[in-house]
């Protein structure tokens, strides 16, 4: 452990922040990163490969260690770059200095996702270098920007990524001290609804009160979305009961920042609501600010939303539930336009086989209890294409991190005890799935 969470220091002191399209300006960084973090796999025992070079896209770190004859391959999956620091007058420390204090190391990327990426080397490191399965290592550096091309190409190259199961180093325990298993991922999707319902604006004074406003036309729409109680209320949209284990009401309270006296948005289980049910999020409104406010109709309008769905929904028939939802109300009797924009698909794990099983094993004694399974809303846009590429893997998706780690926000940081364990739990899981491998070949 000291020197991993050395290795750890020297690898978020490199400001790697991706961009889209791979500028100019991000290059030096993402490529000083790439650089270390082969040198730290090669130094583990790993044969590095020639990197993956795509257009408009970082270099990909491609690795082995060969698997003997009969044992399993298991691919190793994290990424390199960062996002952007925000108001760095909110870090109590520098962000690009890893800073230890309290039993966590506080920096950009310590928790997203440089010590997953050592997570790999340290449990690769526990065996000599000589793991009793074979290694493939794929570190990207453009996930914070959607991958680049990259995030496809798995399916264009699928022999480069065949493997037995995948450890995908981008998550970690739903709370601090609880091993945790992500077995589902949310879908995305959004559309913009506008409308027009004059040719210019119009004097509220002379006009207001029989002119039809846009925005109030709009505002109308988006108010259907939901009813009372915060639940969606658009028919399509698949829900269904969570059974894994999830937040408290006042972890919850606490990880989203709600403010005292504010009630959550919906019913059921918080487990039902963010992770197998839908949300439905206006992400933007084209209006006035308060501030350049004139005394007019406004006769043009638009809002974007951003739906979140169950991980095993078809993102386009969710997307298509919204536009029909829309599409058949006319508020104040004017039709909406609905455009389409991006989606993404979910992803729900099979959990039934040999490498599932030794993972919550390895998990369960690296943290001394029961192995937890949760799901998340944010996305991994390559584990769809990863599990394309090779249909018969089991995706484990494990880390480092915990449910109150900061990622992407100041003051980001990962727990010492967490980092441990999870290089335990890593290389425990080689040595489980082995022997699970050869049981099931005899």
Do not use: C
Not at 24 to 34: K, M, Q, S, V
Not at 122 to 147: F, L, M, S
Not at 315 to 323: G, H, I, K, R, T
């Amino acid at each position: 452990m000291p020197n991993l969470k050395a290795e750890l220091s020297e690898l978020v002191a490199i400001p790697s922040v991706s961009a889209l399209g791979y500028p100019a300006e991000t290059r030096p960084e993402l490529l000083r990163a790439y650089e270390e973090v082969g040198r730290l796999f090669a130094d583990a025992g790993a044969r590095i490969l020639e990197p993956l070079e795509l257009p408009d896209t970082a270099p990909v770190l491609m690795a082995e260690i060969p698997a003997s004859e009969g044992a399993p391959t298991v691919l190793l999956y994290s990424h390199y770059d960062v996002v952007p620091v925000g108001d760095e007058e909110k870090w109590e420390s520098p962000p690009f200095e890893a800073t230890e204090r309290d039993g966590a190391i506080y920096g950009r990327g310590a928790a997203d996702t440089k010590s997953n990426i050592l997570m790999h080397v340290g449990a690769i490191r526990a065996w000599g270098g000589k793991p009793p399965v074979g290694i493939k290592v794929v570190i990207e550096g453009q996930e914070e920007v959607g991958g680049g091309a990259f995030a496809t190409f798995p399916t264009v190259r699928p022999e480069l990524f065949d493997a037995d199961a995948m450890v995908i180093g981008d998550m970690g325990s739903v709370r601090p001290g609880v091993p945790t298993l992500t077995i589902a991922l949310r879908g995305m999707f959004a559309v913009t609804v506008e409308a027009r319902t004059l040719a210019g604006p119009k004097h509220s004074g002379q006009f207001g009160g029989a002119a039809p406003d846009a925005l109030l036309t709009v505002i109308r729409a988006l108010s259907t979305m939901h009813d009372e109680k915060g639940d969606v209320a658009v028919h399509g949209l698949r829900r269904e009961a969570w059974t894994g284990a999830s937040y408290s009401d006042d972890e919850f309270r606490t990880l989203s920042e709600t403010l005292p006296g504010i009630s959550f948005l919906g019913t059921g289980e918080l487990g039902e609501r963010i992770w197998s049910g839908p949300a439905l999020t206006v992400t933007g409104l084209d209006a006035l600010p308060v501030e350049s406010a004139v005394n007019a109709v406004v006769p043009f309008a638009r809002a974007k939303v951003s739906g979140r769905i169950h991980p095993e929904q078809d993102p386009l028939e969710a997307q298509a539930a919204l536009v029909r939802h829309f599409e058949a109300f006319r508020p104040y009797g004017v039709e909406l336009v609905v455009h389409t924009a991006e989606t993404g698909s979910g992803f729900a794990a099979s959990t039934g086989g040999p490498a599932y099983a030794a993972a919550r094993e390895a998990l369960a004694d690296a943290w001394g209890g029961e192995t937890m399974s949760i799901a998340t809303g944010g996305s991994i846009p390559l584990v769809n294409y990863l599990q394309q590429a090779a249909p018969r893997a089991e995706m484990l998706l494990m880390g480092t991190t915990d449910g109150f780690a900061n990622i992407h926000a100041p003051n980001e940081r990962v727990l010492v005890t967490e980092f441990e364990n999870a290089v335990l739990a890593e290389a425990e899981l080689f040595g489980r799935y082995a022997e699970a491998f050869e049981r099931r070949g005899t």
